[in-house]
């Protein structure tokens, strides 16, 4: 990736940021990773089951705006809520 760009403040900002970055301490980052744990993985099933097409955009639209990769995801999530 090359810093020349058509702007040199720019540039100059993207260079300190990256030499911040290269002195930072990387301890923080192995910490982070050492503290994640595997969820045990559970076999999936897939089920059928008919709802309407309102309630399947309903359901889009709101795993979208949660962050979920999709819908059945959202419906997974909700389900282990119960």
């Given at each position: 990736m090359s810093l020349d760009s058509f702007n040199k403040k720019k540039d100059e900002e993207m260079k300190e940021n990256y030499q911040e970055t290269l002195k930072n301490d990387k301890k923080s980052s192995t910490d982070f990773i050492s503290k994640i744990s595997r969820k045990e993985v559970e076999r999936k099933r897939s089920v059928t089951f008919s709802i309407t097409?309102?309630?399947l955009k309903k359901m889009d639209k709101t795993a979208h705006e949660n962050g979920f990769k999709n819908r059945s995801e959202?419906?997974?999530s909700i389900i282990d809520a119960i």
């Open positions: 097409e309102s309630q959202f419906l997974a």
